[in-house]
């Protein structure tokens, strides 16, 4: 199978009689064709092929005579849209550090290359979907087009990595910016497209949570799940419950110091995701989890005695008190503060590992946290423990399972209207080891190296759950194990694009060999942005360029 789809044949246009423009060019314009017909005959072939691309495309049309190089005196033109603007300006941000261009931003009724770059906002583009996109890439420039900022967003990650890998660098470097000529149509496979961070087991500063969001925004992943309350600490402010982070939030694994974010903090975070069209998804765990909490707040506990402060990686031991008013204020008051501070839809309430709170009792907590949540305006999200309580309109379930994919609870609770985030633990669980000599990560689920990640389709691994119904896949990070950002990209990387892969492209471009291929000329791009990964041995890396000041490529 390939890895992309079959180009699509190139029409070859029929002779026209040549016609003399109707007016004579001047010197300028005539010196400016001459230097381009010049930088074109001596340009090697682009060092990319159009369809190298992470996440696989929908549609790709290869024009070998089509190849474009990015002259310095390029200008960056786009619809006269803040939205499109914005876009515009990121792209500009993204090239200028590497090819030491000045690269202006400017707008128009009808964006044109002109020898430079055009985003187009189009509401013909329609038909590509909320974040779909057309990049066209000729010998004049080049063109993305969409119906949505979103969608631009999306293209311009395309052209990004179109480009050398050079790109990447902070400092200007001498080369050659050829893009390969062609057309790419593309459009994502499932709506819903993310990756969990937990920032309870440790913490992470908000500089490191905003890296992690421009890994996720350069393979198209659009939610940032958020796991901001454990056993281990309690991470986001709560103004009607402050011990929360002040009590709850100064301990985390191993016994280090923990950390919260202020309410400037989260809306720092959830901006700057917005900004490159990522959604942060908020997760406050019920009623399990909880010990964090406990501590800040005793009254919460069953026995109402505040227990010690837990630093290592148990779960399953604490839970609120569901028999208590008490606990549905302190619920109903944290998920109306998270909520006003979240401009998305979603709103995740945890529900797994209560191993203490069984039956009737479980059930009943979790349909009643549901009616707060749907009463905030916001879609519960919870983990398929979730599954037998009652359902609320919009209701998702996010299933980590580790089997076959044999859930007929889950698939009971599909039938009542729920959808699927598909998150399996020997799959998707990103802080499982690669091999068992791996230094950091777990392996209770298995060990997950980068074609295991890979090799399976979301859309049909819960059994009994119809692809219709799977809202889409995401990949968590859980962080017992993982204490600093160069670990976090570690075991973000390489298999942060493979789930990426899953979410975003046609199940028919899905080919083992090919994405190996694909992904391996990443590992420069890597390395060329300070980017810590692991080098897979499955994966061909070819041999990175040295950057001074670089990270390391290991934790």
């Given at each position: 199978?390939s890895?992309?789809p079959?180009?699509?044949?190139?029409a070859?246009p029929?002779?026209?009689p040549?016609?003399?423009?109707?007016?004579?060019?001047?010197?300028?314009?005539l010196a400016?064709a001459?230097?381009?017909?010049?930088?074109?005959a001596?340009?090697p072939?682009?060092?990319?092929?159009?369809?190298?691309?992470?996440?696989?495309?929908?549609q790709?049309?290869?024009?070998?005579t089509?190849?474009?190089?990015?002259?310095?005196e390029?200008?960056i033109?786009?619809?006269?849209?803040?939205?499109?603007?914005?876009?515009?300006?990121?792209l500009?941000e993204?090239?200028?550090?590497?090819?030491g261009y000045?690269l202006?931003?400017?707008?128009?009724a009808?964006?044109?290359?002109?020898d430079?770059?055009?985003?187009v906002?189009?509401?013909?583009?329609?038909?590509?979907g909320?974040?779909?996109y057309?990049?066209?890439i000729t010998?004049?420039g080049v063109?993305v087009t969409a119906g949505?900022a979103?969608g631009?967003?999306?293209?311009?990650?395309t052209?990004?990595?179109l480009?050398?890998?050079a790109?990447e660098?902070?400092?200007?470097?001498t080369e050659?910016?050829t893009l390969?000529?062609?057309?790419?149509?593309d459009?994502p496979?499932?709506p819903?497209?993310?990756v969990m961070?937990d920032?309870a087991?440790?913490?992470?500063?908000?500089?490191?949570?905003l890296r992690?969001v421009?890994?996720l925004?350069?393979?198209k992943i659009?939610?940032?799940?958020?796991?901001?309350?454990?056993d281990?600490?309690?991470?986001?402010?709560v103004d009607?419950?402050p011990?929360?982070?002040a009590?709850?939030g100064a301990?985390e694994v191993?016994?280090?110091?923990?950390?919260?974010y202020?309410?400037a903090?989260y809306?720092r975070i959830?901006?700057?995701?917005a900004?490159r069209h990522?959604t942060?998804v908020p997760e406050?765990?019920?009623?399990?989890?909880t010990?964090?909490?406990?501590?800040a707040?005793?009254?919460?506990?069953p026995d109402?005695?505040?227990p010690?402060?837990?630093?290592g990686?148990?779960v399953?031991?604490?839970y609120?008190d569901p028999?208590d008013?008490?606990t549905?204020?302190f619920?109903?008051?944290?998920?109306r503060e998270v909520?006003?501070?979240?401009?998305?839809?979603?709103?995740?309430i945890g529900g797994?590992?209560?191993?203490?709170v069984k039956?009737e009792?479980y059930?009943?907590?979790?349909?009643?946290?549901q009616r707060?949540v749907?009463?905030?305006?916001?879609?519960?999200v919870?983990?398929?423990?979730?599954?037998p309580?009652g359902h609320?309109d919009?209701?998702?379930l996010?299933w980590?399972?580790?089997?076959?994919?044999a859930?007929q609870?889950?698939?009971?609770?599909v039938?009542?209207?729920a959808?699927l985030i598909v998150?399996p633990?020997?799959?998707?669980?990103l802080d499982m080891?690669?091999?068992?000599?791996?230094?950091?990560?777990?392996d209770?689920?298995?060990?997950?190296d980068?074609r295991t990640?890979?090799d399976?389709?979301?859309?049909a691994?819960?059994?009994?759950v119809?692809?219709?119904?799977?809202l889409?896949v995401?990949a968590?990070l859980w962080?017992?194990t993982?204490?600093s950002?160069?670990e976090?990209?570690f075991?973000?990387?390489?298999r942060?694009?493979a789930?990426?892969?899953?979410?975003w492209s046609?199940?028919?471009?899905?080919d083992?060999s090919g994405?190996?291929?694909?992904l391996?000329?990443h590992?420069?791009?890597?390395a060329t942005?300070g980017?810590?990964?692991h080098r897979a041995?499955?994966?061909?890396?070819p041999?990175?360029?040295?950057?001074p000041?670089q990270?390391?490529?290991?934790?």
């Open positions: 199978m890895t992309t079959s180009p699509l044949p190139t070859t029929a002779a026209s040549v016609s003399l423009p109707a007016v004579e060019p001047d010197a300028a314009t400016r001459a230097e381009r017909a010049a930088r074109e001596l340009a072939p682009a060092p990319h092929r159009l369809a190298d691309v992470v996440p696989a495309p929908r790709v049309q290869p024009d070998p089509g190849d474009w190089t990015l002259p310095a390029a200008v033109v786009a619809s006269a849209d803040p939205a499109a603007l914005a876009v515009a300006e990121q500009a993204l090239l200028r550090p590497a090819t000045p202006p931003v400017t707008d128009a009808a964006p044109a290359p002109a430079g770059i055009a985003l906002l189009d509401q013909t583009a329609a038909a590509l909320p974040e779909g057309r990049l066209d010998t004049t063109r949505t979103t631009l967003f999306h293209g311009v990650q052209l990004r990595q480009l050398p890998a790109i660098s902070p400092v200007p470097v050659r910016w390969p000529g062609g057309t790419i149509t459009a496979r499932f819903y497209r993310g961070l920032v087991r440790h913490f992470f500063a908000v500089e490191d949570v992690v421009d890994h925004a350069r393979y659009n939610h940032l799940h958020l796991h901001l309350t454990d281990q600490g309690w991470r986001i402010a009607s419950w011990a929360l982070s009590v709850g301990t191993g016994g280090g110091p923990g950390g919260h202020t309410k903090d809306r959830v901006s700057y995701a900004d990522v942060v406050i765990d019920l009623p399990g989890h010990n964090a909490a406990l501590v707040y005793p009254e919460l506990a109402k005695v505040a010690p402060p837990y630093t990686t148990e399953g031991f604490s609120v028999t008013e008490r549905y204020d619920v109903s008051d944290v998920l909520a006003a501070l979240t401009p998305g839809p979603w709103l995740h797994d590992e209560a191993f203490k039956g009792v059930t009943g907590f979790v349909e009643r946290v707060i749907a009463d905030l305006g916001k879609t519960v919870g983990w398929h423990q979730l599954a309580a609320v919009g209701r998702v996010q980590w399972g580790t089997g076959d994919g859930d609870v889950t698939a009971d609770a039938r009542r209207g959808r998150s633990g020997n799959r998707a669980y080891k690669y091999a068992p000599d791996t230094p950091i990560g777990l209770w689920a298995g060990l997950v980068v990640a890979y399976w389709d979301p859309g691994h819960v059994a009994d119809p692809d219709t119904a799977v889409g995401e968590p962080t017992e993982v204490t950002l160069a976090i990209e075991m973000l990387l390489p942060l694009p789930i990426a892969e899953l979410g046609p199940r028919a471009t899905h083992w994405f190996r291929d694909r391996a000329g590992g420069p791009r890597w942005a980017i810590a990964f041995p499955e994966i061909p890396w041999v990175a360029p040295t950057i000041g990270r390391p490529a290991t934790p």
